[in-house]
């Protein structure tokens, strides 16, 4: 069987196959063929190299383009005096530079030395627009080894062929960098593309580095302050048409063969075959400027300022690659798995090799690194990335992070800069999934732990200045203050004496605030979202407060739990049904019996299950990973965890560790099903239903995600769970013909089962309850993680609900679905295990 990694490079082989990149005068010589052309100056072949008989000495496609480009920027400055360009993108200036109802062609482009015509600036050129692929950085080795990879050797001449905008990097280096991540799957050549486009950008052109860096990350401002492009799809096809000379029937048949809007631009962009504009390379600051532009454009008349910008970018972008990217990143949907994580070991990788000229910190030199043992230099990233990860999850902002790290580079400085900062949300901790209570006690044996009710309602991160300023964000880092005006009225009453400043989390909970009754979650969702006034609040909250990270200016991220909860227990004062603290039960793992009677009063009011936080740090730095420490009941209980094992590992501890999901927080959720444990999956496709649901969509295809690639891996199909009402709107959502539903199978869905009727468009996440895990012949989700041949499958997968509260790239990964995997089996080892101890016992007694 091929595998799906196999499967992707040798369709993306074939495509490239199928479309060999033409030279820039595979136009010309259509020029002539055509008679266009009646100039001989025009003596170059289609290879650039010299006609015969041409004194010339032959020219390389690059030194070609870059000739002509120079003869075009040298027009640019000539006209700039009586005609300068608007820098607006989608200015009218340039409009009527593309549309001038009469084209008259220019002069044949000659690799002669440059001759200036000084045409005036209407004048239309034409070239060949599929051919003008910048080849210098399509040629540069980016995914080679950082330690072999030297920037110097292509800065200088990328510098000159950087002409643009007073010597801008262009999105040229950018597009090559993606081509090359999206060609692979492996994470170590991820990141490795990653960390030599960093170096060339922080050694070339370092002010291209902050929007490079948005541009990969596929955003454009951080998660709490809202800039949303907000263009649809038809203000793409409108440019795509435009700038490729597509009729609505050409693109739909591209896009009924495609799917992905970037591959639909790919495709067009092949198929135009010239234009009437002379192409101004696009560079990424440009292409990020263009973005801000479009999210920026507000109120009358913002739509067609938007279609200006996108069919500027669109008609600018060089090749198919460039236009394939410029589409993904308007559609907001990238795929090139750079996600944060891989970008910030790039960047932390990068700033240990690379310093911008004039930058005094100390680098590391790539050939002595080479030198080092594999294990010497793997804690030489690992530093450096420690330090770039625990300063990105106190302080989330791109915007700050790579002004500091190209100031002082990986120092510090950087904890300084970019720590911990209020109205800056950190990046909250998340707790370890664990199977039931059995699991749970089995982690914490030996601990002293809190066990605290698992609200269902929505996590608040809640800042106060000195001033009073309030600010609240979402667990996704969003700003929420205005959803939650009654939040805000009651901060200064919730302070007690003596707090000024404090950073505090919590849950917001819907209750009933005569009785304090919790309401479900779904209630909550009924809340308004923006701008709610305190008077038209119907769906009432409480904040079950459970951590506290700052206070009156001091950090307590490295104070230990028990320390964490006294303070936001002292200094604040509860309001009843308004404000109060989470429920909580602490304990170790002998009170098994009271750890059960508290799981189940909190499921029956409505939570979810509990938390379970260790207090406190241990004692030690190593600890067996199960202390000594027998249960004093000799008889066997339902909860009784294993025998111990001794193993060495890092000990826990109960600070509050942004960003990262360690075993110091426990999640132990109500039983579903057979399992308690859940998958958040992502609707791909279906089939037509069958008798009574032959109007729906059922069976439905579900996917895990693979976080470093982006693709979606079909793990099975469900019609368990579904009520009549949700298939309806489903078949709406996913209308045949609508823009949320595909004929072809998209290229980033890895499935080789029997084809469904349609594709969906991934745009949400289920949560799916299952009776296990098996391995399957069909399914090839997590393929490689646990077996070679197989991938992985449910058993009778049940739709719960929809997370509301989770985007497709939150959807659980095929890493944790193998994972799922693993523990099931353990589980059956260790019920072995046990069930073999308690033989033992009973046999003794
Ligand atoms: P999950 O969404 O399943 O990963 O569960 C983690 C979420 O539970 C957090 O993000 C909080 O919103 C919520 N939660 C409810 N109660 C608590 C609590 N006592 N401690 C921490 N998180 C809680």
Sequence with gaps: MVSPAKKRKLNSDASQKSAPPRGLEYFFAKQRQNGTSSDSESTSREDGSAQPGSQEQPLTDEELARRLQAEWDAEVRAVSGQNTPNPALGSTDSGSEQLAPTPQLSQPRSPLPAIHTGKPKNTLSLSSAGATEDQLSASIPLDESPLTFNPATYVARLQESWTVDGGR????????????????????????????CIR??????????????????????????????????????????????LDNRALKAIYDKLGDPGDVAFEAKKKQSFTLRKPKPLTIDGVFQSLVKIAKAQGQGSGDVKQRIVDKLL????????????????????????????????????????????????TRDAQELAKLKKEELAEIWAGAEQAVKASFARHPDYNDLIPALLENGISEDLHVRCGLTLHI????????????????LCKMQGSEFACEYKYDGQRAQIHCDAEGKISIFSRHLELMTDKYPDLVSLIPKIRGEGVQTFIMEGEAVAVDRATGELRNFQTLTNRARKDVAIGSITIDVCLFAFDLMYLNGESLLDQPFRRRRELLRTRFVEIPHHFTWVKTLDATSQDQESILAFFNAATDSKCEGIMVKLLDNPATETQPNNAPEPPSDPQPTPLKPPPEKRTRRKPLLATYTPDKRLES??????????????????????????????RWWSPILLAVRDDETGCLEAVCKCMSGFTDAFYKANKEVYAEGGTNAHVRKPGFVEYAG???????????????????????PTYTAAIGLVSEERGLSLRFPRFLRRREDKGVEEASTRGFLAGLWRKQEERVDVGKEVAGVEQEEDMEA
């Design 169 to 196: 990097a262009t999105y040229a280096l950018l597009t090559r960098c993606f081509v090359l991540v999206n060609g692979t799957k492996s994470r170590i050549k991820i990141v490795d593309t990653l960390v030599n």
């Design 754 to 776: 029997p084809a469904p009727d349609v594709w969906f468009e991934p745009r949400e996440v289920w949560e799916v309850a299952f009776a296990d895990v098996t391995l399957s």
């Design 665 to 694: 927080w426990l999640k132990v959720k109500k039983d579903y099903a057979a399992t308690s444990d859940t998958l958040d999956l992502i609707p791909i496709a279906a089939w037509h239903g069958q008798g009574r649901k032959a």
């Design 315 to 362: 008609q600018d972008a060089r090749g198919g690659e460039e236009t394939r990217y410029i589409v993904r990143t308007l559609c907001q949907h990238l795929r090139i798995g750079a996600v944060k994580t891989t970008m910030l070991i790039a960047l932390a990788r990068a700033f240990l090799l690379a310093k911008p000229p004039g930058a005094d910190f100390a």
């Design 200 to 245: 060339v950008l922080i050694e070339g052109d370092s002010a291209s580095l902050l929007p490079a860096v948005w541009l990969a990350t596929n955003a454009i401002s951080p998660p709490y302050i809202s800039m949303e492009l907000g263009i649809g799809g038809s203000a793409i096809s409108k440019a795509l048409k435009q700038a490729c000379g």
């Design 425 to 440: 949300p950190l990046m909250p901790m998340l707790g370890a999934i664990t199977r039931d209570l059995f699991e749970m």
